[in-house]
């Protein structure tokens, strides 16, 4: 059998547990259908002779997973448009944290790639240490010291500014 066949055998199973991780058949169609997509592009990262259902499984649970964090950090983000009725600009209050956030942009861009990455998905982007060294296909240690180099050389810049 080939490997879209196989998963075109469990098709009705992922679509399942996607529906129960989601608790909305809508949503988990969607959440499906990414997991389809994602599993067809890393297809040569899956190892025949292993349980296709649980590397779906997982790839789909990473996905929910994702979904939720996304969800949550958009919900923090983004208040609800009567929240901003009744805010006022507090005039030089307003101009010190644009000129502070203004010192932090330019700080970041001084920084090498490799710890404005680390930075960004650690510190902005809330992800754990496991899963941006993951992402940047780095050892752990390698990503702890480029956090540690990268918050050296932010203290470093922005004492500067200050």
């Not at 679509?15 to 809508?26: K, Q, V």
């Not at 005039?91 to 861009?109: I, K, N, T």
Request: aromatic content about 4%; glycine content about 8%; overall charge negative.
């Amino acid at each position: 059998m080939s490997f879209e066949s196989d998963l075109l055998a469990i098709l009705p199973r992922l679509r399942r547990f996607a529906a129960s991780l989601s608790r909305d058949r809508a949503d988990g169609d969607d959440l499906c259908q990414a997991a389809l997509e994602k599993a067809l592009r890393a297809r040569d990262q899956w190892q025949p002779g292993t349980r296709l259902d649980s590397w779906m499984y997982r790839i789909m649970r990473n996905l929910w997973i994702d979904e939720g964090r996304s969800r949550q950090r958009a919900a923090r983000t983004f208040a609800p448009e009567e929240a901003g009725e009744h805010v006022g600009h507090a005039g030089d209050r307003d101009m010190e944290a644009h000129v502070m956030l203004s010192d932090v942009d330019r700080a970041m861009h001084a920084l090498p790639d490799e710890q404005r990455e680390a930075i960004a998905l650690v510190l902005v982007e809330g992800l754990s240490y496991k899963e941006a060294a993951e992402v940047l296909g780095v050892p752990m240690g390698t990503l702890t010291s480029r956090l540690v180099r990268g918050r050296g050389a932010l203290i470093e810049l922005l004492g500067e500014a200050a």
